[in-house]
């Protein structure tokens, strides 16, 4: 197994010094539109080896990172061009994580649509799958939001995803040892 630090993009670890400790892990994972530059790097360290992100979100200009992109039905529901924008990836560039996998995602953590998995749900999964031993640090319950906006987080995230069953989900990974928390 290949150990991964998979940082969430929650405040929670705003103004806790925690750069060092996540450079220090040989790879290091983050999800779509992650902050990074100064402003961050004592919270957020700066490595990132992995990179997972949805359609929606932009990649960061990183040429040195494997990138994991999650497709979702929502993509295909609400923009029919996101099947051929899937099917047009360059090789080489991105591993696509299958719609089917996505689905699995969602059945296995007890999500029901409307509601639909976060990428970090889907990535940690993906992960797991492909002989990855994942560490999650700041995947808080989400009690801080989704992103770097605070307690309230953003109100789409809030509505499209089900913390609680996520949450419970990533509880049942550490649980039987699939996962690891890293608690500071």
Known sequence: MKS????GNASAIQGRNMGAVIDAFPRVM????????????????????????????????????KRIVSTAAHHYANRPDMQAKTLALPVGAAQVVPLEFVVESAIDAGIVWPKFPSTGLVTVRWLIANGYAPTLLNFDGFATGHYYDGPTGNATDQAAHHWDAETRFFKELEASGEISIYRS
């Open 30 to 65: 983050r999800f779509n539109d992650f902050a990074s530059g100064e402003k961050y790097a004592s919270d957020y360290g700066t490595r990132t080896t992995h990179h997972a992100f949805s359609w929606e979100m932009r990649a960061h200009a990183m040429p040195d990172c």
């Open 4 to 7: 991964i630090l998979v940082i």
